[in-house]
């Protein structure tokens, strides 16, 4: 970043803050550190629409004891500006105790090139690259709307505990959104790419595809018939990148809604919640995907953390608070959108892993069904699991193959249900991206799945 500030003075700053938190004999004390740069390019149908850059240079201070966090953020990251906000904050005088911060080591992704030290001209390509390819997949294209954003952030964390644990984070993502119209209706494809690496992403990457696939299903669903309705077979394609694993099962796996009771798992730790073919991790070491990064926002290394193991649930994620009340250990879950806000509990990277089944001989075992390539937004109440999800690409199968397009198909169940119904498992893995919303913050995250059968769950249709 262009600022160059030296961690060394971050950790100084950090040091003395923590030494007055610490005067206010709570359990635990923290200053987070952050300072961040995002870049923006919208191209809407060929056209430069807007390139934004801006960037934040913050702290956090919190206090924890028992059940209770106090927290604060300022923008003043001088020794004497940390020192004030953790004089407001601290909620009883004393002298102090004095921290000596240890440096730790954090295994940060390694970056080529920052998406900030890109030239407008190499972004404008990427994203003309993307709009040429989706406007390319069918004459009936009419809008073509392309996102180019990058991310970085570096982070440094001092905890009363003594550790200092620094952190850099780079991000791209590019999304190309479709529209197609016959002159009686429009229809709207989406495709997303991206992940934790710097520009050398694209290199790997072909923008040019992730349009052509948006254009490709904007023009497959001017096609598609009204959805069939009823209780059916459904077969989840890798492709559908995760969304019900994340949605309906994975926050009911977050640790502060499962103490808060607003989980279906909260008593069954042990138990049998799910099909024996059925594990799920969350996983935040992977290199390359969104989710990923050396150590959470509160210093905690990140890790891979199972979750379901065949069909048994081994535990939940946890930040350091919620450890603390459960006494556990913090599965490096600690998350925050920025040092505005306190960390919580979020998932990173979560699948379910893949099994031994060749997805086509999933599809085979299907006589009639409902094959889905995409799911888009929906509802879940992770208090008892129950969920409805909209299907952006779905396509019937009937004798055990793909037959047409559906759309207006929406999914109606429950997590615990469909986790114990599935009954085969494929031997592939597809991804899918996103930022996750959660008590007004959104952190970058990644979702994947094997492909999947569900033997029986309702299929409903709009308008039906």
């Known amino acids: 970043m262009s600022s160059e500030r030296k961690h060394g003075d971050w950790q100084e700053a950090a040091a003395a803050a923590l030494e007055i938190l610490n005067s206010a004999g709570w359990d635990f004390a923290e200053v987070y550190i952050e300072e961040n740069r995002a870049t923006r390019l919208k191209l809407e149908d060929g056209r430069l629409d807007q390139v934004a850059a801006g960037g934040e240079f913050g702290a956090g201070l919190r206090l924890v004891r028992g059940p209770l966090t106090a927290y604060a953020s300022t923008t003043d990251v001088t020794p004497a500006g940390l020192r004030a906000q953790a004089r407001l904050l601290a909620q009883a005088a004393g002298a102090g105790k004095a921290v000596t911060l240890r440096p730790a080591a954090v295994a940060s992704h390694a970056v080529e090139r920052t998406p900030s030290g890109v030239p407008l001209e190499e972004r404008l390509a990427v994203a003309s690259a993307a709009e040429r390819a989706a406007r390319g997949a069918s004459a009936r294209i009419r809008q073509v709307t392309v996102w180019l954003t990058g991310f970085e952030q570096r982070v440094g964390i001092g905890r009363s505990d003594g550790d200092w644990r620094e952190d850099e984070r780079v991000q791209v993502a590019l999304r190309v959104n479709a529209v197609a119209?016959?002159?009686?209706?429009?229809?709207?494809?989406?495709?997303?790419?991206?992940?934790?690496?710097?520009?050398?992403?694209?290199?790997?990457?072909?923008?040019?595809?992730?349009?052509?696939?948006?254009?490709?299903?904007?023009?497959?669903?001017?096609?598609?018939?009204?959805?069939?309705?009823?209780?059916?077979?459904?077969?989840?394609?890798?492709?559908?990148?995760?969304?019900?694993?994340?949605?309906?099962?994975?926050?009911?796996?977050?640790?502060?809604?499962?103490?808060?009771?607003?989980?279906p798992f909260g008593n069954l730790v042990g138990e049998q919640v799910a099909s024996e073919l059925v594990s799920v991790a969350d996983d935040a070491t992977l290199p390359g995907w969104r989710g990923s990064f050396g150590c959470d926002d509160e210093g905690t290394p990140a890790q891979r953390t199972l979750l379901v193991e065949r069909g048994r649930l081994r535990g939940f994620l946890h930040d350091l608070a919620s450890a603390r009340r459960a006494g556990a250990e913090p599965t490096g879950n600690g998350r925050r959108q920025s040092f505005a806000y306190v960390p919580i509990p979020r998932m990173t990277n979560t699948m379910i892993l893949p099994g031994s089944s060749e997805p086509a001989d999933i599809l085979r075992s299907v006589p009639r069904g409902l094959y889905v390539v995409r799911m888009g937004g929906g509802q879940v109440n992770t208090v008892n699991g129950d969920f409805v999800f909209e299907i952006t690409e779905g396509y019937v199968l009937r004798g055990g193959e793909v037959a047409e397009p559906v759309r207006g198909a929406t999914l109606i169940g429950n997590a615990l249900e469909v986790l114990r119904g599935i009954d085969l498992v494929g031997t592939d893995h597809g991804q899918g991206i996103g930022t996750c919303g959660k008590d007004g913050q959104g952190v970058p995250v990644a979702d994947a799945q094997p492909t999947l059968r569900i033997p029986e769950i309702t299929v409903g249709a709009k308008g039906k």
Not at 184 to 197: I, K, M, N, W
Not at 217 to 225: G, H, I, K, M, T
Not at 243 to 259: F, K, R, S
């Open 181 to 263: 119209a016959d002159g009686r209706e429009l229809q709207t494809g989406f495709e997303s790419a991206g992940g934790s690496l710097g520009w050398e992403f694209f290199q790997t990457h072909d923008p040019a595809e992730v349009g052509r696939l948006a254009g490709q299903r904007a023009e497959r669903l001017l096609a598609a018939r009204p959805a069939p309705s009823g209780s059916m077979t459904v077969v989840l394609a890798a492709e559908a990148g995760g969304t019900m694993i994340h949605e309906a099962i994975g926050h009911a796996l977050e640790a502060d809604l499962v103490q808060k009771g607003l989980s």
